[in-house]
T-cell receptor, first 115, second 116 residues
């Protein structure tokens, strides 16, 4: 497709379960971002990739969160031993190049509910 | 640390009228970008308008315009001739110009409703 694609769109996980969220960025986009958006809040930065290199992971809330982009295209955000506070929408975004003024394109997000 | 504040959790406007959404930010940097994003129920963030801090002229995009006051660190969005399709969450966002990753810092959002 032409846009950023995320799957699954909806995921219900039992507390303690591991989950994996997939992001398929726009073809050829160098930069890829993950954001977490809790209910009623603005998105918060989790991590950033330039091609396959994870250059900024300062927003990952704990060591239960792990992201990868091994071939510089598709990315996976993995959450181990999910907790209720992990319930949120996880937004993926990409942009065509690095640099200051590039437009960032967002996907529709993966809605995670931990019960 | 940079912060973005939207003090209006909800706003309402009559169709065809004009509404202004407020945003303030805090930064010690001089070069940065500011954005307004629209988020419909689908949750996809859609860029509405952007402003480069070095530009004094306020950005406009059709019915959308901003009032950028750099000294006051204020960045409001004006929507003219409001349409039913404008109803959504609106987020103000900041991005430091020299952050290679282009990390965006978002406000809490303003939910805009449009009355027919």
């Amino acid at each position: 497709g032409a846009g950023v694609s995320q799957s699954p769109r909806y995921k219900v996980a039992k507390r303690g379960q591991d989950v994996a969220l997939r992001c398929d960025p726009i073809s050829g986009h160098v930069s890829l971002f993950w954001y977490q958006q809790a209910l009623g809040q603005g998105p918060e930065f989790l991590t950033y990739f330039q091609n396959e290199a994870q250059l900024d992971k300062s927003g990952l809330p704990s060591d239960r969160f792990f992201a990868e982009r091994p071939e510089g295209s598709v990315s996976t955000l993995k959450i181990q031993r999910t907790q209720q506070e992990d319930s949120a929408v996880y937004l993926c975004a990409s942009s065509p190049r690095t640099g200051f003024g590039n437009t960032i394109y967002f996907g529709e997000g993966s809605w995670l509910t931990v019960v | 640390a940079q912060t973005v504040t939207q003090s209006q959790p909800e706003m309402s406007v009559q169709e065809a009228e004009t509404v202004t959404l407020s945003c303030t930010y805090d930064t010690s940097e001089s070069d940065y970008y500011l954005f307004w994003y629209k988020q419909p129920p689908s949750r996809q963030m859609i860029l509405v308008i952007r402003q480069e801090a070095y530009k004094q002229q306020n950005a406009t995009e059709n019915r959308f315009s901003v009032n950028f006051q750099k000294a006051a660190k204020s960045f409001s969005l004006k929507i003219s001739d409001s349409q039913l399709g404008d109803a959504a969450m609106y987020f103000c966002a900041y991005r430091w110009a020299y952050n290679q990753g282009g990390k965006l810092i978002f406000g809490q959002g303003t939910e805009l409703s449009v009355k027919p």
